[in-house]
């Protein structure tokens, strides 16, 4: 039985080989009671991890779990074992990937199976070839499609991204390397490098802002000319919360909004033939087509911005229910245009917050009205410039 194409609960397990040349594929079978082509398939994912030697285990351990991690990492143990000879305890207990079904493994090589890796079956479903814009001997750009879960490969899932399916599309020797990220729903341009030492180069131009990037946002409502500036709230979890106050420890996040036309909404065959949600957005007969030049590049930038602005993305299906929501009822969000932040104690602020994070939807299944439209940066022979395709709602 392979691995399910959906997504199930998150599971991980750890184990630590207690016999010498245990081959991990069986092991991990026999050990989780999982069938065979399950387990190669998570090793294919990348979702099996090994050490040399046991981690140190966290606070919520079993006493067993404890016993066992001393007994694996005692001094008498780690000095009989040549594999590790020459190494620290710490640099043995380095993490890596298990890359084939036909690994062994000695006693006291640490196992991390994430029996779960997330999912991207959309991967299968796209022209990989009819979304390359360029390929030089340093990079390639892809024109990303919205809805693929990974630029890049995760912790539990190397297999089903962006950067494996473009270099088997151009049948490149090398894998491409992610050099950034745009977020799943969003659609458009996407540098990947082709060699280490670009990835490098590239991610010394994005650090010090040299890599220009304008992005098209459909919108629900109009948008003014010019910068926009909120500060989002510096926790690490979706939905991103702005205030247009400067609030301590908040990240200042700015765009200019270049163009803001009116186009007609798309309509209902284009919205189900793109997997575009219906958000309950009143009135659909017209929408706003913005080019806007990101400043900062937080994630959920521009999405959080326009919402707090009432002009969410077309679709944003974990946005556009709290801007509705804010519209009936201005003092639901304690960082809004009513600024209830300012009265209320820390206590009250929490439960607010709360309840205003309740208010927003599920991150959206597919796309959004948003696209990566340009890419731009200078290197030592001239500008480099690449435009994606026709957004989806054209």
Known sequence: MPCPAHNLPPRIEHMVVLEDDVLVSEFISKQLDLPPLYVADLIRFGAVHYALVCPKPPPTATPEQIKLFEEVTSPSVLKKRSSIKGKTVREAQKTFRVTHTNQYAEAGTYLRVHVHPKRSPRCYEIDWKSRIVAV??????????????????TTDNIEESCATFASRALDLPEPLKTTHQIDNCTEGCVVFARTKEYCSVFHTKIRNKEVKKLYRALAAAPLPIG???????????????????SIKGWHLCQLEVLECKKIPWPDAATEKKHDIEDCGWTSKEFAYECKINLLTGKTHQIRAQLAACGAPLVGDSMYMPAAIAEMVNPEINPYGKAKKHYIMEENEKETAVAEWIDRHGKEPRVGIGLQACQISWDDDDGEHFYEAGTPWWR
């Open 227 to 245: 910068i926009i500036s909120h500060y989002m709230r510096p926790k690490n979890m979706a939905p991103r919360l702005v205030s247009e106050d």
């Open 136 to 153: 030089t001997d340093s990079y390639v750009i892809l024109d990303k499609p919205a809805g693929l879960r990974y630029v890049g490969g």
